[in-house]
């Protein structure tokens, strides 16, 4: 009897010592530590809300009549002066279509934007469906001024040969903006871009010509074509008289 008393303490002890080690994190870095298993990707990043913050000083500075960009690191990498003189970089490295909108509403200039210009959506690729991702350009969409042409950029193609998690991306991407490119047809004060079409090889993926060595994010000579097909897009959308 004393001997299965001992056994079941000793259990009890292992079981709370376990339970103690896993509520620490013991055992994820104890895992990390000797490479057995990756970290799990958070989507949104600690860095991304001192930016926001950061944005809001900024903000009311913003002179009326600039073109507001919001997007990830792709547009965060893009000289927006390029693009047009008058503008304001809201690019964060890693966001998703969840963080701007959970950010929108800190960029009162949108409501006396020449134009906004929306590029958010290849890291979403990580952390949901198509169907998702279109759901949340709708919820933007539904927030942006009506009186302001808003430009949605294709999500951009990827070099499939960087990295394998990566294949089959393009044909998300070409399904995606497909839908999106279909809802903003039905809308008056919403316009689309796609640079994608000049920026791919022969097999579909971005071409390494265009890339900055990681497939995803355009050097300077993709950002120059992809900063050509922004200009025409803004210019014929301030042009439109169906938002106004």
């Not at 903000?59 to 919001?70: E, R």
């Not at 590029?119 to 991702?133: C, H, K, Y």
Request: aromatic share 8%.
């Amino acid at each position: 009897m004393k001997k299965q008393i001992v056994i079941t303490y000793i259990v009890c002890i292992h079981v709370l010592l376990g339970f103690a080690l896993l509520k620490s994190g013991f055992v994820d870095r104890f895992q990390k530590k000797l490479g057995i298993r990756q970290t799990k990707q958070t989507e949104i990043a600690d860095y991304l809300h001192p930016m926001v913050r950061l944005h809001t000083h900024m903000d009311d500075n913003v002179p009326d009549g600039a073109v507001v960009f919001i997007g990830d690191s792709i547009t965060q990498g893009l000289c927006v002066s390029a693009v047009v003189a008058l503008s304001v970089n809201y690019g964060i490295s890693g966001d998703t279509t969840v963080g701007v909108l959970q950010r929108l509403a800190t960029y009162r200039s949108m409501r006396r934007a020449g134009a906004v210009v929306m590029a958010i959506g290849s890291n979403d690729l990580n952390f949901r469906t198509n169907e998702q991702i279109l759901r949340n350009y709708l919820s933007i969409a539904e927030q942006m001024p009506k009186n302001v042409p808003v430009i949605f950029s294709a999500v951009l193609p990827v070099d499939e040969k960087a990295h394998k998690r990566w294949r089959g991306w393009n044909q998300r991407i070409q399904a995606l903006n497909a839908d999106l490119k279909s809802f903003i047809s039905k809308s008056k004060n919403l316009f689309f871009v796609d640079a994608g079409y000049f920026l791919v090889d022969v097999q579909g993926n971005l071409a390494r010509e265009y890339h900055a060595g990681d497939g995803l994010h355009l050097n300077a000579k993709g950002n120059a074509i992809w900063i050509k097909e922004l200009q025409k897009t803004i210019i014929s959308s301030q042009q439109s008289a169906t938002f106004r």
